[in-house]
């Protein structure tokens, strides 16, 4: 069973499946604390403040405005002013955190319930009920 889909897909996955929005929130957040909590997890307090970010915006239905802009200014401080051709914080760090969660999920995560998963080329988290478990 899949978890959430794309990020424009998100209240209305929740209402095709009738996953209770509540029950959806409380298990990934469960599972963000397992994660971060986690030694094997091999990332920066940067790239750990990135996650949160990520995933709390998504559960509060704000996954339609995650960017790299918004990602920038809200995360890395950067002003209005930012321009992501002479600063691309917000892409690189993105970049790290896919690996970090790579890596944590080929080997102590193997077996996590949930996978959180960022595809290249966006910055909303999807979530996953892990098939290997």
């Known amino acids: 069973m899949i978890v959430s889909r794309a990020p424009t897909e998100y209240t209305k996955w929740c209402k ?3 996953l209770d929005r509540i029950k959806l929130q409380k298990e990934v957040s469960q599972h963000l604390e397992m994660l971060l909590a986690s030694p094997d997890f091999d990332a920066t ?3 750990r403040t990135l996650l949160q ?3 709390n915006q998504t559960l509060a239905g704000n996954a339609d405005s995650i960017d790299e802009f918004t990602v ?3 995360v ?3 002003g209005f002013g930012y321009d992501p051709a002479n600063d ?3 892409m690189i760090q993105t970049d790290r ?3 970090a969660l790579e890596r944590y999920y080929r080997t102590t995560g193997k077996q996590s319930p949930v996978r959180i ?3 290249k080329g966006t910055y909303v988290p999807t979530f996953r009920e892990n098939s290997e478990k």
Do not use: M, V
Request: charged share 25%.
């Open 72 to 74: 920038a200014t809200n």
């Open 117 to 119: 998963e960022i595809f």
């Open 76 to 78: 890395f401080g950067r």
């Open 53 to 55: 970010y990520l995933i």
């Open 88 to 90: 691309p914080i917000a």
């Open 45 to 47: 307090q940067t790239l």
């Open 16 to 18: 095709d499946y009738k």
């Open 97 to 99: 955190l896919r690996r």
